[in-house]
């Protein structure tokens, strides 16, 4: 059973980045096709895509967020990242890590959310 | 990246059968059979009932059900029951080779 726990500051300063950790438990970030994927929920919205990656370092990205996006991976760790540049109020959201079964396919694994408020 | 478009709300007694539609466009619903769908109860993380247009993962309720034509997605939920109440996300993989999710219906049982 693959487990995923996100780790990072639940505060963030206006035009500074966020930062956001997902370790990876109960299966190798390597093996297989899964893409792990970083998607966001604002206070009481709906789901948005950020970005995915493939143990390789192949990463794809929301367009509309992708100027202000790193994602990133450390296989030795099993762990994968999330970097988000010059954050506003509006990047203020529930963040989740997850594993899709393959690039393009369904969010079958999620972890817990955490909670990221931009504010000075 | 624009959302898929789906009803703000569905409501039905239990017992009846809802749909949930998802609409898309030709660069993502229209062009792949990638579409899942995700039930999320407050405060919880999204649960995958749907992939594939319709397939059920295991452990998921006969009750869900999901179709596809065109650009529109669909989602069935038959024989309604109380615990059926929570957010329906759709989701379509694009081609920017990336995922769109839906805006979401709340769905009440009365």
């Known amino acids: 059973q693959v487990q995923l726990q996100e780790s990072g500051p639940g505060l963030v300063k206006p035009s500074e980045t966020l930062s956001l950790t997902c370790t990876v438990s109960g299966g190798s970030i390597s093996r297989g096709a899964s893409y792990w994927s970083w998607i966001r929920q604002h206070p009481g919205k709906g789901l948005e895509f950020i970005g995915y990656?493939?143990?390789?370092?192949?990463?794809y990205y929301n367009p509309s967020l992708k100027s202000r996006l790193t994602i990133s991976v450390d296989t030795s760790k099993n762990q994968f990242s999330l970097n988000m540049r010059s954050v506003t109020a509006a990047d203020t959201a529930l963040y989740y890590c997850?594993?899709?079964?393959?690039?393009?396919?369904?969010?079958?694994?999620w972890g817990q959310g955490t909670l990221v408020t931009v504010s000075s | 990246q624009s959302a898929l478009t789906q009803p703000a709300s569905v409501s039905g007694s239990p017992g009846q059968s809802i749909t949930i539609s998802c609409t898309g466009t030709s660069s993502d619903i229209g062009n792949y059979d990638s579409v899942s769908w995700y039930q999320q109860h407050p405060g919880k993380a999204p649960k995958l009932i749907i992939y594939d247009v319709s397939n059920r993962p295991s452990g998921v309720s006969h009750r869900f059900s999901g179709s596809k034509s065109g650009n529109t997605a669909s989602l069935t939920i038959s024989g309604l029951q109380a615990e059926d109440e929570a957010d329906y996300y759709c989701s379509s993989y694009t081609t920017d080779s990336t995922l769109v999710f839906g805006s979401g219906t709340k769905v009440s049982v009365l």
């Open positions: 990656i493939f143990y390789t370092g192949s990463t």
């Open positions: 997850a594993r899709a079964m393959g690039i393009g396919t369904s969010v079958d694994y």
